[in-house]
Nanobody
Framework: QVQLAESGGGLVLPGGSLRLSCAAS????????MGWFRQAPGKEREFVAR????????LYADSVKGRFTISRDNAKNTVYLQMNSLKPEDTGVYYC?????????????????WGQGTQVTVSS
């Protein structure tokens, strides 16, 4: 079992930056691929980014490519999402999730464990 806790959300102006963190409990963090998802009010949860267990492979949604960077530190049991050039449409609750499978997926139903989420609001 893995427990996940996100932090780093907040209110930011358009064009600004935030870095989200997701701390994982347990000694098996490096056994999971990690993903970030977001959910805006009235919308379905959508994929943002994914990083493989060994950090060699990353995957991004087209809407964030070139602006967001996912990374992880297996020694610290933490995954990060650096978000630059933020836009109002990036507003939502951001969740991190853990996936035991080695098959890369953007489907939230394939992820095994979820955090509680952190709110990101991009507004002037």
């Amino acid at each position: 079992q893995v427990q996940l806790a996100e932090s780093g959300g907040g209110l930011v102006l358009p064009g600004g930056s935030l870095r989200l963190s997701c701390a994982a409990s347990g000694r098996t963090f490096s056994s999971y691929a990690m993903g970030w998802f977001r959910q805006a009010p009235g919308k379905e949860r959508e994929f943002v980014a994914r990083i493989s267990r060994n950090t060699f492979n990353t995957l991004y949604a087209d809407s964030v490519k070139g602006r967001f960077t996912i990374s992880r530190d297996n020694a610290k049991n933490t995954v990060y999402l650096q978000m630059n050039s933020l836009k109002p449409e990036d507003t939502g609750v951001y969740y991190c999730a853990a996936d035991r499978s080695v098959v890369s997926t953007t489907d939230p139903k394939q992820y095994d464990y979820w955090g509680q989420g952190t709110q990101v609001t991009v507004s002037s």
